[in-house]
């Protein structure tokens, strides 16, 4: 990235990195992704999860079945209702994800300078000498030279519990390759990744079908994570097969660019897709150290973007390492929207405790965050004649800074003009209240907003209420006036909003849109 890009509020106070840190109900502006697994399945730990800042659940279907996660899903929902905490809900697929097959579960050893064999048939047992692995084309995609990389869920990195291998020849449809370091492989699945190479497999495979027409219908999953995006199309069939899941054509997709083809194509798929994960685990095989403007595409044009593998450390620590805070702070500054947590929550130790240090190390990076140099730069790449509601939502976060309000308060019904708000990046929590709108198929009647609400979880700073769907988004000005005392005094409670502060509200009255500043009383 371009060192124009880090925005970092200069000169920074000393004094203020030994001011305690303050309790909020809004830990961070940044949002927390969290996967749940074998160890945050529980209604008792998916509450804390909750408490501590997580705003999405990731549901990973690369690992066990629709009835484990199912479950899982009740339980979070239990939650939600213990803590009165939206949360919302995205399901990872699969994808084109090659895999070696250990159905023996037992651990396997590779030795530095042996050789192993990578082979199609899935019939063989895996052995320290013969992998087998869920992809017959392996040996037509890569040559003698080319680096293969085996690892456990996600890649460590860790030389003892993954494997660099280098290939050295390709015999039929099997490919011999030297360990380049010793490790111990445990478990029924290790995940394969060859760099700089494209497979010819489809990224919505049957089995993500399957998945999302049955389990994603049945529980209106709010996002997509379409894992190893590497074209647009990828996202438009995607979005083409979802519009066909009755109301699943309102969950949005988030394209989950994992390599080398996928960041080659990333401004076409940018344009597809509601919103981009960094899979960075992936892509630092892929390539050099990753550079950053891939965040700065998503911010301009006000899509979220998501950003993977910050806390690995945290799997079986309590505290993360100094490198570890560094690249959370710097992923804030960078302008990620959220933070995604994956086999620190899944399988992890602490993933209460992993949840909540990441968000106050978000918390505090935010606060030399450079709003005032983003700003420019966002309504420079707008450009003139900037749209009726650009223009609106930057002169409400304008105004909100300018007379130092505690929060925005806007009205809205689709979530357009609340993500517009936050694309300029405020410095103040934004409270989108969603009106919900009645719509009918014929056959029913029922309310929009649920959707809308919790799809304003992922992106930096939006704080989703639904109102009450009597008083519609533009309406008389005391139908207004009683959906703004609602949305006042959940602040209050929230303690975002106290006695003599400024709060900037943007509405629609009638057919004008209204910015104005009210000064609270006692």
Not at 146 to 175: M, R
Request: glycine content about 6%; charged content about 25%.
């Amino acid at each position: 990235m371009h060192s124009s890009h880090l925005l970092l509020e200069e000169p920074i106070r000393m004094s203020s990195i030994l001011e305690p840190s303050k309790d909020s109900f809004f830990p961070a502006l940044t949002q927390i992704v969290g996967t749940l697994g074998p160890k945050s399945r529980s209604v008792e730990v998916i509450s804390g999860c909750l408490k501590a800042g997580m705003s999405v659940a990731r549901f990973d279907f690369s690992w066990h079945d629709p009835e484990y996660h199912q479950e899982t899903l009740e339980n979070l929902k239990a939650a939600v209702k213990l803590t009165k905490k939206l949360c919302a809900v995205m399901l990872d697929t699969v994808g084109p994800e090659l895999r070696v097959v250990n159905k023996s579960g037992q651990a396997i050893s590779l030795t530095a300078d042996s050789t192993v064999i990578l082979t199609p048939d899935e019939g063989k047992e895996a052995t320290s000498e013969l992998l087998p692995i869920n992809f017959d084309g392996l040996s037509k995609a890569v040559k003698k030279g080319d680096t293969i990389f085996i690892g456990q869920y996600l890649f460590t990195g860790s030389e003892t519990t993954s494997a660099w291998l280098e290939v050295t020849e390709v015999k039929g449809n099997d490919v011999v390759c030297v360990i380049k370091n010793s490790a111990t492989l445990t478990g029924a699945l290790f995940t394969l990744h060859a760099s700089q190479m494209c497979i010819n497999l489809p990224t919505l495979t049957d089995k993500d079908k399957k998945f999302i027409s049955s389990w994603g219908v049945q529980n209106n999953i709010d996002f997509l994570s379409l894992s190893f995006t590497r074209h647009a199309e990828d996202v438009r069939q995607a979005r083409e097969f979802l519009s066909k899941l009755g109301d699943l054509y309102q969950t949005q997709i988030f394209a989950k660019i994992e390599n080398a083809e996928g960041l080659n194509q990333f401004d076409e798929i940018l344009q597809e897709a509601d919103g981009i994960i960094l899979s960075r685990g992936n892509l630092g095989i892929d390539l050099p150290p990753e550079k950053k403007a891939a965040l700065y595409k998503c911010n301009m044009v006000g899509k979220p973007a998501v950003v993977t593998r910050v806390v690995d450390s945290m799997t079986n620590n309590l505290r993360p390492t100094r490198a570890e805070a560094t690249d959370v702070a710097n992923a804030v500054l960078d302008g990620s929207d959220a933070i995604l947590l994956g086999a620190e929550t899944w399988r992890g130790l602490y993933p209460i405790e992993s949840i909540s240090t990441v968000g106050r190390i978000c918390a505090e990076a935010e606060k030399v965050f450079h709003q005032d140099m983003y700003f420019k730069k966002t309504v420079k790449h707008v450009g003139e004649p900037m749209t009726h509601l650009e223009s609106i939502a930057s002169s409400a976060v304008r105004a909100a800074i300018k007379v130092k309000a505690s929060v925005i308060i806007c009205f809205t019904s689709s979530g357009k003009a609340a993500r517009l708000i936050a694309k300029y990046r405020p410095t103040m929590p934004v409270l989108s209240v969603v009106i919900p709108r009645l719509k009918t198929n014929q056959l029913k009647w029922s309310f929009s907003g649920a959707f809308e609400a919790r799809q304003s979880l992922i992106v930096r700073g939006l704080f989703p209420m639904l109102a009450d769907p009597r008083h519609p988004a533009e309406s008389t000005s005391a139908t207004n006036e009683s959906v703004l005392k609602v949305a006042l005094d959940h602040g209050k409670a929230s303690g975002v909003i106290k006695s003599h502060d400024r709060v900037v509200v943007c509405q629609k009255v009638g057919d004008a849109s209204v910015v104005k500043i009210i000064e609270l009383e006692d």
